[in-house]
C-alpha cells in the first residue's frame, strides 16, 4: 500500500478526493500491463484456417531447460526465480541474489541426448549477467542407400548447439513491492550433420512485473527472434561442368569454350526460427515459515505450432523440500493428437554454509512416446 499524506483543512471532501485518485495511480501500471499483454497476445494468435505446423528449424531450441520448469509444465515465465530463466525469461535474472549454476542433463526421446549449463552473475548497481550452453546431439548412425540399405559401413553424426550471453536489469522498484524488470538474451546456433551445418543468430527479450498486488506476477517473453537458417557443405556439390564440347575437340584445333568451367551445388531452402511469444501469471496460494505453494500460468503462442496452456504447481516445505506437477494443454483442433500432457517432479535444497546445493527431477509423460527423464544440478555461492 501506498502512504499517503493528506492536509488537514477540515474538508472531508477534498480528503476523500485524494484517496480516490490516489487508489487510481496505484492500479494503473497493473492494468496497463495486463492490457498490453493481452492486446499483444490476442493479436498473435491466428486463424485456425491454416496451419504452420513442420514450418520452422532448429527445434532442439523449443527443449526447455531444467527439471524444476519440466516438472512444473513449462509454466515459468511469472516465476522466473533460478538461473534457468535465461531462456524462460531473461528478465528473471535479476532476481537473483547469488552466483548461480546450473546443469540440466536429459535423456530425450528416441536415444536423443540434451544438456545445458547456465550461468548467472549479479553485479550490484550494474545488473545480471548471465551465460549458457546447450548442446543436443543423438547416436552415431551408420549411412545407407539404395545399394547397401542394410549399411555401407560409414557412420555419420548429428548434433545441435547453441551459446548465449544474457543481461537483466531492474529498471525501477518501490516499497509497495511494484517492480519492473527487463533482459534480453542474444544467442549463435549451430546446427551440425554429418558435413553438413547451418548457423545463425537469434535474440530473446523479456519483462517481469511485480504487480505490488500480494504475490501476483505477470511475465513476458519472445523467443528466438533472428533470420533464416540454412544448410550448406561438400556434400551438397554435384560435380564441375567442363568447359565446351568435349567430343568435338578431338577433331578441332578450336573447341568451343563458350560455357565457362561452373562448380555445381544443390541449393538449400532456407527455414525460419522457432520464435515464440510467452505470457505467464504466478501467485503464491501459501506463503509462511514452513510452506509455499505457488500456482503458475503461461500461454504459448509458437511461430510453426498451434497455441498451448502450461500450468504449474509448486509446494516447498521448510524451501528445503519440493514437490511439482504440471500440465501442458494444446488449444485448436489438432489438441487430440498431442502426446505431451502430464509432469510430476521432486526437488531438494541442500545448504553448506554460505553455498546451497540444488538436486531436481522431472518426470514427463510423452504418450505413445517413451517418458522423458530430467536430472538437473544447482548451485548458489
Not at 534457468?84 to 549454476?101: C, D, R, V
Not at 553438413?196 to 523467443?223: C, K, N, P, Q
Request: overall charge negative; some cysteine; charged content about 15%.
Amino acid at each position: 500500500m501506498h502512504n499517503v499524506t493528506f492536509y488537514q483543512d477540515g474538508q472531508d471532501g477534498r480528503l476523500a478526493k485524494a484517496h480516490k485518485t490516489e487508489t487510481q495511480c496505484y492500479h494503473t501500471p497493473l492494468f496497463s500491463y495486463i492490457l498490453m499483454a493481452v492486446l499483444i497476445f490476442a493479436l498473435a494468435v491466428p486463424s485456425y484456417a491454416t496451419t504452420n505446423v513442420g514450418t520452422a528449424g532448429a527445434q532442439f531450441l523449443k527443449i526447455g531447460p531444467g527439471a524444476r520448469v519440466d516438472s512444473l509444465g513449462g509454466a515459468f515465465g511469472a516465476i522466473a526465480n533460478d538461473v534457468t530463466t535465461i531462456y524462460w525469461n531473461p528478465a528473471g535474472l535479476s532476481q537473483l541474489e547469488k552466483t548461480s549454476f546450473s546443469d540440466t542433463h536429459t535423456i530425450w526421446l528416441a536415444d536423443v541426448r540434451y544438456n545445458y549449463l547456465a550461468f548467472g552473475l549479479p553485479i550490484e548497481k550494474i545488473g545480471t549477467l548471465g551465460a549458457s550452453v546447450t548442446f543436443l546431439n543423438i547416436p552415431d548412425t551408420e549411412i545407407t542407400n539404395l545399394n547397401f540399405p542394410d549399411g555401407t559401413g560409414l557412420w555419420y553424426s548429428a548434433w545441435d548447439t547453441a551459446v548465449s550471453v544474457a543481461y537483466s536489469r531492474q529498471l525501477y522498484q518501490k516499497e509497495s513491492g511494484v517492480n519492473l524488470s527487463f533482459g534480453i538474451n542474444a544467442k549463435y546456433i549451430h546446427q551440425q550433420i554429418h558435413r553438413e551445418s547451418a548457423r545463425g543468430i537469434a535474440i530473446d527479450v523479456g519483462t517481469l512485473y511485480h504487480t505490488g498486488w500480494r504475490s501476483l506476477r505477470i511475465g513476458m517473453s519472445f523467443s528466438n527472434f533472428g533470420p533464416e537458417m540454412r544448410f550448406s557443405g561438400p556434400d551438397l556439390k554435384t560435380g564441375t561442368e567442363v568447359a565446351g564440347n568435349q567430343q568435338l575437340a578431338e577433331y578441332s584445333p578450336n573447341p568451343d569454350t563458350t560455357n565457362p568451367t561452373v562448380n555445381a551445388e544443390l541449393d538449400t531452402v532456407g527455414f525460419p526460427l522457432p520464435s515464440n511469444f510467452r505470457l505467464g501469471v504466478a501467485y503464491d496460494l501459501i506463503d509462511n515459515e514452513s510452506n509455499l505453494l505457488t500456482i503458475a500460468l503461461d500461454g504459448n503462442h509458437p511461430n510453426d505450432n498451434s497455441e498451448r496452456l502450461n500450468l504449474g504447481v509448486e509446494y516447498w516445505y521448510r524451501k528445503m523440500a519440493a514437490l511439482r506437477a504440471g500440465y501442458k494443454f494444446r488449444l485448436g483442433p489438432d489438441r487430440s493428437e498431442d502426446e505431451e500432457g502430464l509432469t510430476l517432479g521432486l526437488g531438494i535444497h541442500l545448504k553448506f554454509g554460505n553455498t546451497m546445493l540444488s538436486l531436481d527431477y522431472a518426470f514427463a509423460d510423452f504418450g505413445y512416446l517413451n517418458d522423458a527423464h530430467r536430472v538437473s544440478l544447482g548451485l548458489k555461492f
